[in-house]
C-alpha cells in the first residue's frame, strides 16, 4: 500500500504499521520523504485514511511552483532532485542519491541522467555544482 515511499516515525507501534504497509521505515528524518511525527493523525485511522494523509504530505506541488514560478509537470526522479536540493539547499551527489534510495557508492547514472534532462530544459545555470554540492541556481 505504501510501497517505497520513505518515512519516518519515532514511535515503536507507528513503525510496526507502516513497515507492515511496505513503507521504507528509516531511523532518522533527514532522508525520509514523510515524517509521521510532524504529521498530526486523528486516532483511531484506517488504512486507506493513512495512506491519503502520507500521499498528501508526498504532494510536492507547491514547492515546484515556487521553484519554477508556475505550475509545471516532472518527472519522477527530476521532480525529487528538484524538491530535495530546494528543502536542503543544497547536496553533494552521494548524498542526493542516498536521499533518493540510491546507495551512495552505487553505479548508476540515473541521477547524473536527470540532471542532465533538468539542466537541458531549464537552463545549464539551473542545477549548479559549487565545490561538489548541487545546488538550485537561476532559470
Known amino acids: ?9 519515532s514511535d515503536v507501534v507507528w513503525r510496526h504499521i507502516l513497515a507492515d504497509l511496505n513503507a521504507v521505515v528509516l531511523d532518522a528524518p533527514d532522508t525520509a520523504e514523510v515524517n509521521l511525527d510532524d504529521i498530526s493523525l486523528e486516532i483511531p485511522i484506517s488504512a486507506l485514511d493513512l495512506k491519503a494523509v502520507i500521499l ?13 514560478g508556475k505550475a509545471v509537470y516532472l ?5 525529487q532532485i528538484v524538491v530535495w536540493l530546494y528543502k536542503t539547499g543544497g547536496l553533494s551527489l552521494n548524498a542526493l542519491k542516498k536521499v533518493l534510495g540510491y546507495m551512495p557508492n552505487m553505479t548508476t547514472h540515473a541521477v547524473d541522467t536527470a540532471i542532465y534532462q533538468l539542466r537541458k530544459n531549464y537552463g545549464k545555470d539551473f542545477i549548479q555544482n559549487k565545490n561538489g554540492v548541487y545546488i538550485i541556481g537561476k532559470l
Open 56 to 68: 498528501s504530505a508526498l504532494d510536492n506541488t507547491k514547492i515546484l511552483q515556487d521553484v519554477f
Open 1 to 9: 500500500m505504501l510501497t517505497g515511499i520513505r518515512i519516518y516515525s
Open 75 to 79: 518527472p519522477q526522479l527530476q521532480a
